[in-house]
């Protein structure tokens, strides 16, 4: 990690377990509320992702009712 990436989740929540089970948009919502720095990205399980480290960056997993399945975190 570099010193950005290490700045920017130092400053800020870098995971929120607490939203397993929400609904993924209000968790999206609720992740750039605590940390302003991220982009929340609601995404369907399974679907592919890129494998770049993004310090800026949250997926928000969710399944096909749209509740969160996994701890989002900054990735």
Do not use: H, Q, Y
Not at 23 to 40: M, S
Not at 59 to 66: E, H, R
């Amino acid at each position: 990690m570099n010193k950005v990436c290490a700045w920017m989740i130092n400053t800020g929540k870098d995971s929120w377990p607490e939203l397993v089970g929400a609904k993924g948009e209000a968790a999206a919502a609720t992740i750039e509320k605590e940390n302003p720095l991220v982009n929340a990205i609601v995404i369907l399980e399974g679907t592919p992702t890129p494998r770049d480290f993004r310090c800026d960056r949250v997926w928000v997993w969710v399944n096909d009712k749209g509740v969160v399945t996994r701890t989002p975190i900054i990735t």
